[in-house]
């Protein structure tokens, strides 16, 4: 069973902290996508990575970095949490010319 | 610019009917298209695919339809169940890329 797994459900963080958010895929994929989900606004491209240690900016590159120095683990990290960063966090993984497979979330809440 | 657009933000469905949901997209580049269901507090999970070779892809109560001249696609859920209640996104890229774009979400709710 195809497996992509994030480190937390749920996470509170303080304004100004540095946050990291890992996701771990267990399907060898070349792809991996970190998505926040917020209400009416659908789900938006942060990050994505198509190898070990390449990186392309998504649409809501901002306030966010990325290191991907295995194959199958790709971390966000929010270098100086804000209010406006409170969302749903969502990682994803794919092969060329298949769906995407994603992890369960992370809901982060920044205070 | 939004390149997917699901312009009805909620539905509501008698239980035993049909549901459909809509979905337009504008990049002509596009040539395979997904929706995914989404439960509160959980991943979105894939539901169907269809690609630009066809324009019907069914897999037991889902049916996806693609009119790519309109640029729209549609998902048919029938006959629709209370547990299908959740958000409906659409999906799309080219083949040869590596993102999917998305569009901003369906609440479909099945009344008992």
């Known amino acids: 069973d195809v497996k992509v797994t994030q480190s937390s459900r749920y996470l509170v963080k303080r304004t100004g902290e540095k946050v990291f958010l890992e996701c771990v895929q267990d399907?060898?994929?070349?792809?991996m996508f970190w998505y926040r989900q917020d209400p009416g606004l659908g789900l938006r491209l942060i990050y994505f990575s198509y190898d070990v240690k390449m990186k392309e900016k998504g649409d809501i590159p901002e306030g966010y970095s990325v290191s991907r120095e295995k194959k199958e683990r790709f971390s966000l990290i929010l270098e100086s949490a804000s209010t406006n960063q409170t969302s749903m966090y969502l990682c994803?993984?794919?092969?060329?010319?298949?769906?995407?497979?994603f992890g369960q979330g992370t809901r982060l809440t920044v205070v | 610019d939004q390149q997917v657009k699901q312009n009805s933000p909620s539905l509501s469905v008698q239980e035993g009917r049909i549901s459909i949901l809509n979905c337009d997209y504008t990049n002509s580049m596009f040539d395979y298209f997904l929706w995914y269901k989404k439960y509160p507090a959980e991943g979105p999970t894939f539901l169907i695919s269809i690609s630009s070779i066809k324009d019907k892809n069914e897999d037991g109560r889902f049916t996806v339809f693609l009119n790519k001249s309109a640029k729209h696609l549609s998902l048919h859920i029938v006959p629709s169940q209370p547990g299908d209640s959740a958000v409906y996104f659409c999906a799309a890229s080219a083949y040869t890329g590596n993102q999917f774009y998305f569009g901003t979400g369906t609440s479909l709710t099945v009344i008992p």
């Open positions: 994803a993984s794919r092969d060329m010319n298949t769906e995407a497979f």
């Open positions: 399907m060898d994929h070349e792809n």
